[in-house]
Nanobody
């Protein structure tokens, strides 16, 4: 079992930056594929970015490509999402997710955090 806790959300103006963190406890994330999802009010949860167990393979939703960067630090048991050039449409609750696998995943995750709110003002 692994517990995931997101942090780093907040209110930022359009064009600004935030870095989200997802701290894992209970197990090391060395063997985990991990990802970020988001859910805006009235919308379904959507995929944002994913990273494989080694950190060597990353993939992004088209809407964030070139602006967001996902990374993981196994020594700190933490995953990150650096978000730059934020837009009002990035406003959502951001969730981290994890799964024990060597594949690069964009769905089918077993573990989820509780979410952190990101609000981008225009």
């Amino acid at each position: 079992q692994v517990q995931l806790v997101e942090s780093g959300g907040g209110l930022v103006q359009a064009g600004g930056s935030l870095r989200l963190s997802c701290a894992a406890s209970g197990r090391t994330i060395v063997n985990f594929a991990m990802a970020w999802f988001r859910q805006a009010p009235g919308k379904e949860r959507e995929f944002v970015a994913t990273i494989n167990y080694s950190g060597e393979d990353t993939r992004y939703a088209d809407s964030v490509k070139g602006r967001f960067a996902i990374s993981k630090d196994s020594a700190k048991n933490t995953m990150y999402l650096q978000m730059n050039t934020l837009k009002p449409e990035d406003t959502a609750v951001y969730y981290c997710a994890a799964k024990v696998t060597r594949l690069t995943m964009i769905g089918g995750f077993d573990y989820w955090g509780q979410g952190t709110q990101v609000t981008v003002s225009s």
